[in-house]
């Protein structure tokens, strides 16, 4: 069997602060063997209010944003282990390659991508 070596701390950065982002961030804030590292959102005031979320908590992550390639910024760092995925469902697949080809390991939120009706007739 084939397996990933065990993280003892996941460092996770989070792309995506709208809709799913902010709750997945919450729940993420509260697991022990969890840092989380860095945020990001196309929108500045989306990350900056992510990050108010976790005033009083240990995490204190960096921010990206403003840019459409901030997100890549971000991935590209050597600190992360896991990039956590929660941007409209178009961007899931080219984000989590990318995530992946940089060595990291990729949660999507679901759905990562989706089918043509036409396809299916």
């Known amino acids: 069997m084939c ?18 982002g902010p709750g997945a961030v919450n729940r993420m804030s509260k697991i ?9 959102d196309l929108r500045p005031e989306q990350a900056e209010k992510a990050k108010a979320m976790l005033a009083g908590t240990p995490h204190n992550p960096d921010l990206y944003s403003g840019s459409d ?17 929660a941007t409209p469902w178009d961007w899931h697949v080219p984000m989590a390659v990318y995530a992946m080809e940089a060595g990291k390991n ?4 679901v759905p990562a991508a989706k089918t043509i009706d036409e396809c299916w007739e």
């Open 106 to 109: 990729a949660a999507v939120e």
């Open 69 to 85: 390639n901030a997100w890549k910024e971000m991935v590209n760092r050597d600190d992360l282990d896991l990039i956590y995925i």
């Open 3 to 20: 397996t990933a070596p065990k993280i003892e701390t996941v460092r996770i950065g989070f792309i995506g602060l709208g809709m799913r």
């Open 32 to 40: 022990e063997s969890v840092e989380i590292k860095a945020l990001c």
